[in-house]
């Protein structure tokens, strides 16, 4: 019983720091040593702003995603764990890692916080079919450890769409 609490307490933690961090998208701009680049703007309907203008953070991102990758083959789950929470703060709305969150609880027996993670990562994953499915089977997964095998039936026909 204690457990279960715990992993929910968690769970609320994580969706706490998704809203406070969903929240705080204001940068600071400080000022430049000499005169700023002239760049050309880009024409309406050209590219997104983010591949105008990179974000460092996506390769913060990335690399806390390959060593949370490490850390769980190494069997260092808590500590890939955590990892993948600083991801998460950094970046809340990718779906790769809501869904390696899922993939863990998953593999530590947490199967209704694995279910509600692989969900939360099919919300974000838009048109990534291929995530989608993987999410999917992990829902099938879930509802299976909780005895649940015509709902997990039905994620596995979903996976398979």
């Not at 769980?72 to 991801?87: I, K, P, V, W």
């Not at 209704?112 to 829902?139: F, M, P, V």
């Not at 015509?150 to 398979?160: G, I, Q």
Request: with cysteine.
């Amino acid at each position: 019983m204690k457990t279960k609490k715990l992993y929910f307490n968690m769970l609320l933690f994580l969706l706490a720091v998704c809203l406070l961090s969903a929240c705080s998208t204001q940068r600071k701009i400080l000022p430049q040593k000499g005169p700023a680049p002239m760049k050309k703007a880009p024409e309406l309907g050209a590219l997104p702003l983010s591949e105008v203008s990179p974000d460092s953070s996506h390769e913060v991102v990335s690399d806390l995603k390959h060593k949370a990758n490490e850390q769980m083959s190494a069997g260092h789950a808590d500590q890939a764990f955590s990892t993948l929470e600083r991801a998460l703060r950094i970046n809340p709305g990718d779906p790769a890692i809501w869904h390696t969150l899922a993939q863990l609880q998953l593999n530590r027996g947490n199967a209704e916080q694995a279910e509600q993670l692989a969900r939360k990562s099919n919300l974000l994953a838009g048109k990534d079919n291929t995530l989608r499915r993987r999410n999917w089977h992990i829902i099938a997964q879930a509802l299976e450890q909780k005895g649940l095998t015509e709902e997990a039936a039905a994620a596995r026909r979903r996976a398979e769409k």
